[in-house]
């Protein structure tokens, strides 16, 4: 097992960041390393004690490139093209515009022009991991075998996000790409029960560095005993 650069596990805790920017396209990426952290994220929790995971880990030039057309239609199709259309639930979900203070909007500003920027230099990451499930896709968002599907496979990327952020190397769970969930499917022959439900980039970051981000005050967002008794400030 190769070292961890960073031991400690609150700053592993607290400054593992969507990595966009600060990704170097140029270090290479050993598949050990990636294996290595993959076996750490299987010890994540999953539904019904079953490892409905399948990991797809793409370092094959053609076909990041392929993943990177999807991933650029995406950003168009649900992204770009609303905002500019001025689509009334992208609008409120994410242009800086609607956001309630300077500050806000230009952190909002940043983070579409980060993931802007992964868009156009996808298929220059030096691995792209896909994440897919064999689970049964549930019928509706919320309650029944949907905290089953998700519970699973979201725990194991955040463990795998942790691992890499504890080597030195960044991610960001890309989820959009589940829009060509069957696109990704025929663009890496994979089986139909291997559903794509993110994607995860990986490189090395430049630097080491990173701050925990802007969180609103816990007793703002925790309570107990019900809604009315704020966790302490």
Not at 63 to 82: F, N, R, S
Not at 143 to 165: C, H, V
């Amino acid at each position: 097992m190769s070292t961890a650069v960073i031991r400690d596990i609150d700053e592993v805790l607290t400054t593992t960041r969507a990595v966009r920017n600060r990704m170097d396209f140029d270090r290479p990426v050993s598949r050990a390393v990636v294996e290595e952290c993959l076996r750490l994220a299987q010890q994540a929790p999953m539904g019904s004690n079953l490892e409905d995971w399948r990991i797809v880990a793409v370092d094959d030039p053609a076909l990041k490139g392929k993943l990177a057309e999807l991933y650029t239609e995406v950003w168009y199709q649900t992204v770009e093209g609303p905002l500019a259309s001025g689509e009334a639930a992208t609008t409120t979900r994410l242009s800086p515009s609607v956001r309630p203070d300077p500050v806000a909007q230009a952190r909002q500003a940043r983070i579409l022009k980060a993931v802007k920027y992964l868009v156009d230099h996808l298929e220059e990451v030096p691995v792209l991991v896909v994440l897919c499930s064999t689970k049964p896709i549930p019928e509706h968002p919320v309650g029944g075998t949907a905290s089953g599907y998700y519970g699973s496979i979201f725990p194991f990327a955040w463990s795998f996000q942790l691992a890499l952020r504890s080597r030195g190397l960044g991610s960001v769970m890309a989820t959009a790409l589940a829009h060509k969930a069957r696109k990704v499917q025929a663009a890496l022959g994979l089986p139909d029960d291997w559903r794509p439900v993110t994607l995860l980039p990986v490189a090395y970051t430049k630097g080491l560095e990173f701050r925990p981000a802007a969180r609103a005050d816990l007793s703002e967002v925790a309570f107990w005993n019900g809604h009315t008794e704020r966790a302490a400030r």
